[in-house]
T-cell receptor, first 117, second 114 residues
Framework: AQKVTQAQTEISVVEKEDVTLDCVYETRDTTYYLFWYKQPPSGELVFLIRRNSFDEQNEISGRYSWNFQKSTSSFNFTITASQVVDSAVYFCALSEAIAGGGNKLTFGTGTQLKVEL | EPEVTQTPSHQVTQMGQEVILRCVPISNHLYFYWYRQILGQKVEFLVSFYNNEISEKSEIFDDQFSVERPDGSNFTLKIRSTKLEDSAMYFC????????????FGPGTRLTVL
């Protein structure tokens, strides 16, 4: 069975600080996908990134960066120079790549990020 | 840019009533999903649907729930006899096909059961 753990329930930072959101996953599959979604106060789920299990290269997109380490089963997300608009709940999710399967997403419990002035 | 749409945005119903939540997935997508999120909790998988049948369902998706793709565009979730604990945000998602693993989510329908 697949499982995603986001141990940080809530993080508060001051604007312009860097912040890292942790994600640890469990799966028995060798092929899987990892995701981060942002859920702003308006409630929609905004896709941020997808990584597959064969690609451990870290990725940077503007102020966002992701650190994928299979050795520790972690997929951490860093926001550099945080802004008030980054305030949201961030979910990490896992999908196993099963042939003919539905590839359902298993979500973590989310981390509430509050960025204050 | 194509997007998943859901109606209504908010549905209020009495306990025991039937509700139908509607979704229009992205037009060329093949896989469809429903998830739910009880207020303040994580997003939970309900069901996946492919080739006009359920491909996987969770323990939450019991006999009170059903899904249907009645035509080429809509994807519906029916709850036959709603309970207080069905109050949640329901998200529809769709995915292109094999090799396309990203699920695109709709804005959600907030269901309130009184």
């Amino acid at each position: 069975a697949q499982k995603v753990t986001q141990a940080q329930t809530e993080i508060s930072v001051v604007e312009k600080e860097d912040v890292t959101l942790d994600c640890v996953y469990e799966t028995r599959d060798t092929t899987y996908y990892l995701f981060w979604y942002k859920q702003p106060p308006s409630g929609e789920l905004v896709f941020l990134i997808r990584r597959n299990s064969f690609d451990e290269q870290n990725e940077i997109s503007g102020r966002y960066s992701w650190n994928f380490q299979k050795s520790t089963s972690s997929f951490n997300f860093t926001i550099t120079a945080s802004q008030v608009v980054d305030s949201a709940v961030y979910f990490c999710a896992l999908s196993e790549a099963i042939a003919g399967g539905g590839n359902k997403l298993t979500f973590g419990t989310g981390t509430q990020l509050k960025v204050e002035l | 840019e194509p997007e998943v749409t859901q109606t209504p945005s908010h549905q209020v119903t009495q306990m025991g009533q039937e509700v139908i939540l509607r979704c229009v997935p992205i037009s060329n997508h093949l896989y469809f999903y429903w998830y739910r999120q009880i207020l303040g909790q994580k997003v939970e998988f309900l069901v996946s649907f492919y080739n006009n049948e359920i491909s996987e369902k969770s323990e939450i998706f019991d006999d009170q729930f059903s899904v249907e793709r009645p035509d080429g565009s809509n994807f519906t979730l029916k709850i036959r006899s709603t309970k207080l604990e069905d109050s949640a945000m329901y998200f529809c998602a769709s995915r292109g096909g094999t090799g396309s693993n990203e699920q695109f989510f709709g804005p959600g329908t907030r269901l309130t059961v009184l």
